[in-house]
Each structure stands twice: as structure tokens, then as C-alpha cells.
């Protein structure tokens, strides 16, 4: 069982950045491959990155690529996603989720656990 409770979301100007956490309980989360996705009102939740349990391995998403990195600390439990660049489009809300499969993976049905979500906004 793995809980997720994301923060670091908030309003920023174009160009600007933001780091967002997802902190993970459970002592599974050092063996699970964690993902960021994101959601905006009426659209399906999207993909935006994954990471492997050690590290070694990340995807993104074609729309983030350069621009965001994602990155894990197990000794802390925790997961980030450090956006740069940022743009009026990457306004939504972004969530954390964990799986228990060893490769990074796009797919949300993969996914099992599921933070509730942070809210980041963009201006122009």
C-alpha cells in the first residue's frame, strides 16, 4: 500500500518554474516506479513523466521534454517534478501515482496508487 500527498503547485508568470514533491508512505515506495500526469477540466488525464524505482531510467512526455525533470529521493520517500519554462498550457492539475512495474510506463491503467492532486496555474 502506498499513499501520495503532492504540494508545490501554485500560480507563476510564463518562463517561470515550479517544483513540485510527492511525498510517498508505505515501504513499498523504494521499489515502485512513480509518474507524474495531469488533468484539465473536461480532458483526459495525460502523461507527463516517469521515473524508475533507482532512478536510472525517465520518460516524458514530448509536450514537457526539456523543460521538466523528474526525480526521486528514497531515502526520503519522496518524488519531484521540476518544471521550467513554464507555459499557459502546463496550467492544470498534476498528480502523483505509483506502480509496482519496474519500467517507467505512460499508461495510467498501470498505475494503481494515486495522490489527490496540486494545482498549478500559469499566467501570461
Known amino acids: 500500500q502506498v499513499q501520495l500527498v503532492e504540494s508545490g503547485g501554485g500560480l507563476v508568470q510564463a518562463g517561470g518554474s515550479l517544483r513540485l514533491s510527492c511525498a510517498a508512505s508505505?515501504?513499498?515506495?523504494?521499489?515502485?516506479?512513480m509518474g507524474w500526469f495531469r488533468q484539465a477540466p473536461g480532458k483526459e488525464r495525460e502523461f507527463v513523466a516517469a521515473i524508475s524505482w533507482s532512478g536510472s531510467t525517465k520518460v516524458y512526455a514530448d509536450s514537457v521534454k526539456g523543460r521538466f525533470t523528474i526525480s526521486r529521493d528514497n531515502t526520503k520517500n519522496t518524488v519531484y517534478l521540476q518544471m521550467n519554462s513554464l507555459k499557459p498550457e502546463d496550467t492544470t492539475v498534476y498528480y502523483c501515482?505509483?506502480?509496482?512495474?519496474?519500467?517507467?510506463?505512460?499508461?495510467?491503467?498501470?498505475?494503481?496508487?494515486w495522490g489527490q492532486g496540486t494545482q498549478v496555474t500559469v499566467s501570461s
Open positions: 508505505g515501504r513499498t515506495f523504494s521499489s515502485s516506479t
Open positions: 501515482a505509483a506502480t509496482v512495474y519496474s519500467l517507467p510506463s505512460s499508461s495510467l491503467s498501470v498505475y494503481k496508487y
